[in-house]
């Protein structure tokens, strides 16, 4: 996972600034945010997408991972004071829009979000 962007973040090879992190998440804002607040939440350990969780963490790890993947994006968004709202967003494969191969939840917050998305 040499070359994985978001391996170099957890292992501070590349200067982020974490805004919040626990046992198995970190997250930071991301880098061409498209809403005034739009932060990713990714797991410690690499996992390519969605598709991938059970092969990566075996499946009773993983549903506990990707429950408390939820529980801590909303931990985030109150933090952040998005109490009107927010958009959770997981990107996966190349027709879901991933761009970056290593897990991460989109929060999405501090404007009106239409549906359905482009
Ligand atoms: P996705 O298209 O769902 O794979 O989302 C990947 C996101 O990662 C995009 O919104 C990018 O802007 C964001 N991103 C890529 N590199 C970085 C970085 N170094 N720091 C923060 N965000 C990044
Ligand atoms: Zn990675």
């Given at each position: 996972?040499n070359?994985?962007?978001?391996?170099k973040i957890?292992?501070k090879?590349?200067?982020?600034?974490?805004?919040?992190?626990?046992d198995?998440?970190?997250?930071?804002?991301?880098?061409?945010?498209?809403?005034?607040?739009?932060?990713?939440?990714?797991?410690?350990?690499?996992?390519?997408?969605l598709?991938?969780?059970?092969?990566?963490?075996?499946?009773?790890?993983?549903?506990?991972?990707?429950?408390?993947?939820?529980?801590?994006?909303?931990?985030i968004?109150?933090?952040?004071?998005?109490?009107?709202?927010f958009?959770?967003?997981?990107?996966?494969?190349?027709?879901?829009?991933?761009?970056?191969?290593?897990?991460?939840?989109?929060?999405?917050?501090g404007?009106?979000?239409?549906?359905?998305p482009?």
């Amino acid at each position: 996972m040499n070359d994985c962007i978001f391996c170099k973040i957890v292992k501070k090879e590349l200067p982020t600034k974490i805004i919040f992190e626990n046992d198995d998440f970190i997250a930071f804002n991301d880098i061409k945010p498209v809403s005034p607040t739009h932060i990713l939440v990714i797991p410690r350990v690499h996992i390519k997408n969605l598709w991938e969780v059970e092969d990566t963490l075996g499946a009773l790890h993983a549903t506990s991972l990707l429950g408390k993947l939820l529980l801590t994006a909303k931990e985030i968004a109150e933090q952040q004071h998005l109490d009107e709202g927010f958009r959770t967003v997981i990107n996966t494969g190349d027709n879901g829009g991933q761009t970056v191969y290593h897990l991460h939840l989109h929060i999405l917050g501090g404007r009106f979000h239409k549906w359905p998305p482009g």
